[in-house]
């Protein structure tokens, strides 16, 4: 790397955030470009064959009906086949991942029967 951008990597390392964020405005502005668009190709392109073929789900609880909270307990169990204490604490942490990897038919199913016991679930 050479002396010069060795220099401006120390620089920018001193800024505060404030002006690291005021930096990334001007250059956005001064070239034309997004510094979001240019992370989000890097994102969006490894994601996009998955997309295409997706044959594989996880199943996210994303949160409960604090009513039906020991319903959720129950389902959680079931699916994932987890001790009481394991499955109390997997819901009392969602959001979580209860299952990774499986068939969309059984990612739908399983998204039923949470949803059903007042649990909120996403497929991911």
Same mark, same amino acid.
Do not use: Y
């Given at each position: ?7 401006? #990597?120390e620089? #920018? ?18 070239f =034309?470009?997004?510094? /979001?668009?240019?992370?989000?190709? /890097?994102?969006? =392109? ?12 996880d ?10 909270? #020991?319903?959720?307990i129950?389902?959680?169990?079931? #699916?994932t ?11 009392? =942490?969602?959001?979580?991942?209860? %299952?990774?990897?499986?068939? %969309? ?18 497929l991911?």
């Amino acid at each position: 790397m050479s002396e010069k951008v060795t220099a401006m #990597i120390e620089e #920018i390392k001193a800024l505060t955030v404030l002006e690291l964020n005021e930096l990334v405005h001007a250059l956005e502005e001064e070239f =034309g470009v997004s510094a /979001a668009a240019m992370a989000a190709p /890097a994102a969006g =392109g490894a994601a996009a064959p998955a997309a295409e073929e997706k044959t594989s789900f996880d199943v996210v609880l994303t949160g409960f009906d604090a009513a039906a909270k #020991i319903k959720v307990i129950k389902a959680v169990r079931e #699916i994932t086949e987890q001790g009481l204490a394991e499955a109390k604490a997997t819901v009392e =942490g969602a959001p979580t991942t209860l %299952k990774e990897g499986i068939s %969309k038919e059984d990612a739908e199913a399983m998204k039923a029967k949470l949803e059903e016991a007042g649990a909120k679930v996403e497929l991911k």
